[in-house]
């Protein structure tokens, strides 16, 4: 049984290694966007990341729908059933803490 685990265990973190790997060079391309003011391209990358579980991309998405009309010139739309999904502030707080363990 400890076998099983163990091996289960490894396959998990190797999962969360890879998955993030990308999510994390999706992100480094979403922020490029956001540097060189390609906003709406910026936006949709980060809410795409933020569908599948990133935290960091998720705050920034709603930010940038908060504050798109001062900061940017243009609103960004997001349906409340979308964010929905998304993780919240406490829950990214739980998975950095995790992720550093």
């Not at 798109?68 to 999904?85: I, S, V």
């Not at 739980?94 to 550093?100: G, N, P």
Request: hydrophobic letters at 45%.
């Amino acid at each position: 049984m400890r076998r099983i685990t163990t091996v289960l265990a490894c396959a998990a973190v190797l999962y969360a290694v890879t998955g993030s790997a990308a999510q994390d060079t999706n992100f480094d391309d979403a922020f490029a966007q956001y540097d060189a003011s390609h906003y709406e391209q910026a936006f949709a990358a980060f809410a795409k990341l933020a569908d599948e579980g990133h935290c960091e991309a998720a705050r920034i998405a709603r930010e940038m729908a908060r504050f798109g009309r001062q900061l940017y010139a243009k609103e960004f739309e997001l349906a409340p059933a979308r964010t929905e999904r998304w993780p919240q502030a406490p829950d990214c707080r739980a998975t950095s803490v995790a992720k550093r363990k």
